[in-house]
C-alpha cells in the first residue's frame, strides 16, 4: 500500500512569485487536507478537500488556493508568495472526512522564500 | 476558540529514563485527542488517539497518554525512553462530530542523552 506522498520535497521560491506542491493521496481515502508547519510552530489547517470539493478552511488568505482531483490526489496554490509563507508544507490523507477518521501525513515539502 | 497548550518546548532525559509530556487542551466539550510524533525531515505519524471510555489509551512504540476531563490534559507517558524516542512530539485536539481538522500544540522536543 503506498502512503501520502508529496513533491517535490523541497523548493526555492522568490517573494512574488506563485508555486504549486502536489500531494498524492493514499490508496482508498477521499479526503485530503494541507497544513503549514513554521519553524518551531505545530502545523496549522490550511483546507480540506473532500470528494473534489473545499470541505473546510482555516485562517489563511485567499492567494491559499487548492483543488482536488478525480483520483483523489491534491495541490495546494499559493499566489504572490511572501517571506512568511517559508514554512513545511503538510499533506494528509484519511479516508473521511469525519472527526474520528485518522489523518495519514506524507513528509512535506519545504518551502523556502527569498 | 480551541487550543493546544504543550507547555514544555524542550524536554532531556536519560535513556532508559521515564517521560511525561504534557498537553492541556481549551475546548468547551470533549474533543477527540490526539498524539503524533516527528522525526527529522519526516512527516507526522500517529502515536494514539483517545476518542471516547476508558481514559488511559495504550499507542505505539510503548507510548501511554491518559485523559484527565477535571483538567483537560492529555499527557503522554513512557516508563523507559530509548534513544530513538528523541524527536518531536506534537498534541493534537479535533471538534467531536465535525470534520477532522486537526488543531496542534506547538510541540515538545524530546533529547535523550545515553
Known amino acids: 500500500e503506498t502512503g501520502v506522498t508529496q513533491s517535490p520535497t523541497h523548493l526555492i521560491k522568490t517573494r512574488g512569485q506563485q508555486v504549486t506542491l502536489r500531494c498524492s493521496s493514499q490508496s482508498g481515502h477521499n479526503t485530503v487536507s494541507w497544513y503549514q508547519q513554521a519553524l518551531g510552530q505545530g502545523p496549522q489547517f490550511i483546507f480540506q478537500?473532500?470528494?473534489?470539493?473545499?470541505?473546510g478552511r482555516g485562517n489563511f488568505p485567499p492567494r491559499f488556493s487548492g483543488l482536488q482531483f478525480p483520483n483523489y490526489s491534491s495541490e495546494l496554490n499559493v499566489n504572490a508568495l511572501e517571506l512568511d509563507d517559508s514554512a513545511l508544507y503538510l499533506c494528509?490523507?484519511?479516508?473521511?472526512?469525519?472527526?474520528?477518521?485518522?489523518?495519514?501525513f506524507g513528509q512535506g515539502t519545504r518551502l523556502t522564500v527569498v | 476558540a480551541q487550543s493546544v497548550t504543550q507547555p514544555d518546548i524542550h524536554i532531556t532525559v536519560s535513556e532508559g529514563a521515564s517521560l511525561e509530556l504534557r498537553c492541556n487542551y481549551s475546548y468547551g466539550a470533549t474533543p477527540y485527542l490526539f498524539w503524533y510524533v516527528q522525526s527529522p525531515g519526516q512527516g507526522l505519524q500517529l502515536l494514539l488517539k483517545y476518542f471516547s471510555g476508558d481514559t488511559l489509551v495504550q499507542g505505539i512504540k510503548g507510548f501511554e497518554a491518559e485523559f484527565k476531563r477535571s483538567q483537560s490534559s492529555f499527557n503522554l507517558r513512557k516508563p523507559s525512553v530509548h534513544w530513538s524516542d528523541a524527536a518531536e512530539y506534537f498534541c493534537?485536539?479535533?471538534?467531536?462530530?465535525?470534520?477532522?481538522?486537526?488543531?496542534f500544540g506547538a510541540g515538545t522536543r524530546l533529547a535523550v542523552h545515553p
Open positions: 478537500y473532500y470528494r473534489e470539493e473545499e470541505n
Open positions: 494528509a490523507s484519511s479516508p473521511g472526512r469525519g472527526s474520528g477518521t485518522e489523518a495519514f
Open positions: 493534537a485536539v479535533v471538534r467531536s462530530g465535525g470534520y477532522n481538522k486537526l488543531i
